[in-house]
């Protein structure tokens, strides 16, 4: 199966798509979105030539190129889709960006699907895990410029950015409850405010935004 516009299996309510429908925004590539229901019985499923795939959310698939790894999936959209781009260009950089998205992948990602448990204990649990990663790499943005290392938009924005928008969403007390560094609240109300971000929101036009649903 061959498409002529790069394809999103997405989630309505996950962090892995929503950083990569904010990384295709940001970068203003034209994708059309298949959805990936909740129910494990109705995900979607694609015969190709090898065979019957059954997709998960976060996968891209430009034409016949199939990539269901959300690091490596970031890093072809940069390497295809240059300009702007969301990858330091100097090695040490690109390292630590590195270093640091492995690091939050490891510690956060598996409490992502806990962070829409609709018992408190797992959720509170969740929050409480999640918001100590937060504030353990919280130095990797700069405190005047509320930008990472202080300089543009970059692929730690399109990781951070998804997860304290869930964060924020699930908590029912006050973020510093939860010990949010103050810089980490303001650096999410700069990066909630920024045009692409808002739009990354919008799942599609007939299903209107994440924050009209609750989610």
Do not use: W
């Amino acid at each position: 199966m061959k498409r002529s516009v790069l394809t999103l299996f997405s989630g309505e309510n996950d962090v892995i798509s929503h950083i990569l429908r904010l990384a295709l925004t940001e970068k203003g590539i034209a994708y059309d979105v298949e959805y990936i229901s909740d129910d494990p019985e109705m995900a979607l499923n694609h015969r190709f030539a090898n065979g019957t795939v059954k997709f998960k959310k976060g996968t891209i698939l430009d034409k016949d190129l199939l990539i269901d790894d959300l690091l490596i999936a970031l890093e072809y959209l940069d390497d295809k889709f240059p300009h702007p781009p969301l990858f330091a260009s100097g090695p040490e950089k690109r390292a630590k960006t590195r270093l640091i998205v492995k690091y939050i992948e490891a510690r956060i990602f598996p409490y992502l699907d806990q962070l829409n448990s609709e018992s408190s204990k797992e959720l509170f649990y969740a929050i409480e895990k999640v918001s100590q990663v937060v504030s353990e790499i919280s130095g990797v943005i700069d405190e005047k410029t509320l930008l990472i290392y202080g300089e543009e938009f970059s692929i730690l924005d399109c990781y951070l950015g998804p997860i304290l928008y869930k964060l924020f969403r699930q908590q029912s007390r006050d973020a510093r409850s939860y010990q949010i560094p103050t810089k980490v609240a303001n650096y999410y109300r700069r990066l909630h405010n920024r045009e692409t971000f808002i739009k990354s929101l919008q799942l599609a036009p007939s299903r209107g935004f994440m924050y009209e649903k609750g989610k």
